[in-house]
């Protein structure tokens, strides 16, 4: 993808994450003891803009190498998708995450997505993506079942 792609693809990003935190002002945020419904929403819209301005700042400020006597290659299709392997493997593990979370429950899911989507991203061993998973897993039950005293889908476990 050349810059001017990501440009583009950036500001839709920044647009989108806008338009989430306009949306999310219509709900209450509450108080740091009893946090609203916009709270988790903010956060994270607020860390998708911040993200999105980060990138665009590296790709508007890096500086522009002209490359003279390289020839574009012809890439094949078999090429493409043996690049693109990964990442159409990442989209079918959250697809399926979210078809199994009613199924096997928000924890359960959370914690395999975590241990897939780590190895998929490079992780050598077993062990770290375990212990993130896990961390993760733990992480969002104090998060949304004893802070947030909010429910989360337990599958089969219930």
Request: hydrophobic share 55%; charged share 15%.
């Amino acid at each position: 993808m050349d810059s001017r792609n990501e440009v583009i693809t950036n500001i839709i990003l920044a647009l989108f994450g806008i338009g989430y935190l306009i949306y999310n002002s219509f709900y209450p945020l509450g108080t740091l003891a009893n946090p609203g419904p916009a709270v988790f929403p903010l956060v994270i819209g607020m860390l998708m803009v911040a993200l999105v301005a980060l990138q665009l700042y590296q790709l508007v400020g890096k500086p522009k190498i002209e490359r003279q006597g390289v020839e574009k290659k012809s890439v094949t299709f078999s090429q493409v998708m043996k690049k693109e392997r990964k990442p159409l493997l990442a989209v079918i593990v959250l697809i399926v995450y979210l078809v199994a979370l009613n199924w096997i429950g928000f924890l359960t899911s959370t914690f395999v997505l975590v241990v897939i989507s780590s190895k998929l991203m490079g992780a050598r061993d077993w062990v770290r993506p375990i212990g993130l998973g896990f961390g993760v897993m733990l992480f969002c039950y104090f998060l949304f079942e004893v802070w947030l005293k909010l429910s989360l889908p337990t599958g089969f476990l219930s």
